[in-house]
């Protein structure tokens, strides 16, 4: 059975995968960066048994996912796609998923985190991304297989997916509660993993107090910079090297956005930041 780390891209998933990878399978809670790879990336070639054509990968979700259920093991996947139907194949479904945690994180910032990420030229090509309904994201083209293919949609499309769906248990996380709160937040989700699991809901304070510690911002941050972080994208302009952990808790849309891009992502996700009680 599979528990979900599922967000738009940019949003704080991988936070969440490494604090996850700290408590649950680190030694008291310390971190261990050769140990993130646990909590894979779906979907991806590994889950499958033959290439996927492009424009085929729902065809694969299902058989995967039983294979994955068939294991009778709980396994954590990190994941951007939308919680879809499509052609008629469900993404997921309740039997081969046992819980989902949805990390959001204010667009305002989401964009300043796509435009770094994708080497975007300008704050309009990266609001163009987000606000595309049908955004696909694929990888390994050049090996004729595309198997790592996130029907991501549009940052809206994408959260509500997976929030307005009533078939599975879920936790929500917002990136901002991640910054502001941490103890409190991870509390919650550990709270909620292992309510899933039937673990004893007993939280070992000194494994989250370590685990918080060893996957802040600037934790990984260093880990990247020693060259330790291997998740990197290269820019197809100069294939250099796209920095991972970059601005974190510092991406203030406050300073990032000038006045015209704050009155148009405001007007235009008016109620989405009502809704998660952000800031307007």
Known sequence: MIIWIASYPKSGNTWVRSFITAYYF????????????LIEDYPNKQFFKEKVKQGEIHKHWETSQ????????????KTHNSLITAFGNDFTKPEYTLGV????????????????????????????????????????PHLKNYAKTNIVNSWRINYRSWL?????????I???????????????????VNTLMRFDNKIDQKKLNNAVDTTNFKSLQNIENAGKFGENVYSLKDNRKIKFFYQGPE??????????????????YRDDLKFFQYEN
């Open 66 to 77: 039983k294979d994955i259920r068939d294991q009778k093991k709980v396994k954590f996947l």
């Open 101 to 140: 945690i949805y990390v959001i994180r204010d667009p305002r910032n989401v964009i300043t985190s796509v435009k770094n990420h994708n080497d975007f030229g300008s704050y309009d090509q990266a609001l163009k991304f987000m606000q595309d309904e049908n955004k696909v994201l694929e990888d390994y």
């Open 26 to 37: 680190c030694e008291n809670g310390i971190f261990d960066i050769n140990k993130l790879n």
């Open 164 to 172: 307005s769906n009533k078939s599975f248990r879920r936790v929500t």
């Open 251 to 268: 991406n203030d849309w406050k300073k990032n956005l000038d006045e015209n891009m704050i009155k148009k992502m405001n007007e235009y």
């Open 174 to 192: 917002r990136y901002e509660d991640m910054v502001k709160n941490p103890t409190q937040t991870f509390e919650k989700l550990v709270v909620f």
